[in-house]
């Protein structure tokens, strides 16, 4: 994109070749009476003058520069040597991912009344005990 422009009317940015292609065009909007031409995306009424806009420039040059250094025709200008096979991937394929953890076997389902043994009671619990001192007549059970 070269001198890109922005429409002030609806935001659209267009380059100065396509905008000059609006501007020779003999499509027109009309609005409130008047003669304007339009948005080629959003079909707005161009009402007033496209400024240039140096951010989207500014974007446009330094993806342009990293693409032109990223390439391997620019590369080898840097270094002679170079030749395009040395860009081209050798890395081996990556291994498969082992397993985090791998279990051969379902694992042991324990019981827990075998696991832990039951102790013997110091002395048997009467209802007047087992019940809080707050409740004033106790369940039948």
């Known amino acids: 994109m070269s001198q890109p ?6 935001g659209h940015f267009f380059c100065l ?4 292609g609006v501007w020779t065009s003999k499509i027109r909007v009309q609005v409130d009476g008047r003669s304007y031409r339009s948005c080629p995306l959003c079909c707005a009424a161009i009402k007033c003058i496209p ?33 395009e096979g040395d860009f081209k991937q050798t890395l081996p394929l990556p291994r498969p991912l082992p397993r985090q953890f791998p ?3 379902p694992p042991p389902v324990i019981a827990l009344d075998y696991a832990i043994p039951r102790l ?5 619990l ?10 004033t ?3 039948d059970s």
């Open 51 to 83: 400024v240039i806009s140096y951010t989207i420039q500014q974007n446009v040059d330094n993806l342009r520069e990293a693409l032109d250094l990223a390439s391997p025709d620019s590369m080898t200008l840097l270094n002679p040597k170079w030749s």
């Open 103 to 105: 279990r051969p076997y």
């Open 126 to 135: 009467s209802p007047e005990l087992a019940w809080c001192s707050f409740l």
């Open 137 to 139: 007549s106790f369940p």
């Open 17 to 20: 070749a396509c905008l000059n």
């Open 5 to 10: 422009h922005t429409l002030r009317d609806c």
């Open 120 to 124: 013997p009671t110091p002395f048997p």
